[in-house]
């Protein structure tokens, strides 16, 4: 249902735009816990960022700077079947595993699936896409030709328009280069809210929220 909310925002800075499924749009003043819906748009600027938890499981999303991305989930009794559009951009995956379905995710060149891992995406729209792997399989298609390759911990799989759809070893200036990138967004060694690879031994999530009193509040997601 477009009404119920299927993930909550942890974190907003710089410039970032929310276009909600109904038309309305926020810029620039997200506010940590607000609810995400089905259909809905986050896109940042050369200087946002964004990251939001699913509400079933703490699967978590980072939307690093110049991306655009759709948020979309189906609710299955009391999971969500999860899906990802992204038009543009880098964004790391952190998903829990999943109890219903694959996690989706659709860019203009390819399609992954996966059921829990660990993995970066950077979609260059309709130039194509690399996909970098932490853990865990992720299966890539590429949607031109119809190709299917395999990403694995320390891999990169490169998806091109014309159909190409390569995997190769990370080479260590591409693991520099994620490190580069986490390290600026505050999010070095952040794995407690929501992430960690899908071996993690956390069961327990909790995200601290404060509303616009100024009150403190804290949501917690247990994971069977």
């Not at 009794?77 to 992204?86: P, T, W």
């Not at 014309?162 to 260590?172: D, E, I, S």
Request: aromatic fraction near 4%.
């Amino acid at each position: 249902s477009s009404n119920s909310g299927i993930a909550l925002l942890t974190k907003s800075k710089g410039t970032v735009e929310y276009k909600k499924n109904d038309g309305t749009i926020i810029k620039d003043d997200l506010k940590k816990g607000t609810s995400l819906f089905n259909n809905d748009r986050i896109t940042t600027g050369s200087n946002g960022f964004a990251k939001y938890v699913y509400l079933d499981d703490g699967t978590q999303i980072k939307v690093h700077n110049n991306s655009e991305v759709y948020i979309r989930g189906e609710i299955d009794r009391r999971s969500i079947i999860k899906q990802l559009k992204v038009d543009e951009g880098t964004v790391k995956l952190e998903i829990k595993k999943q109890a219903v379905d694959e996690f989706t995710v659709i860019t203009p060149t390819s399609v992954a699936s996966v059921k829990g891992t660990s993995f970066w995406l950077d979609c260059s729209g309709g130039n194509g896409d690399k996909f970098y792997g932490e853990s865990g399989i992720v299966t890539i298609k590429n949607r031109e030709s119809g190709e299917q390759r395999e990403l694995i911990k320390n891999t990169v799989a490169s998806s091109l328009p014309n159909g190409t759809l390569n995997v190769r070893k990370m080479t260590q200036n591409e693991l520099k280069m994620l490190d580069d990138i986490e390290e600026e967004t505050g999010e070095s060694g952040d794995s407690n809210e929501g992430g960690g690879n899908s071996g993690s031994e956390n069961k327990e999530i909790r995200i601290e929220l404060e509303d616009e009193s100024g009150n403190q509040k804290t949501i917690i997601i247990n994971i069977k």
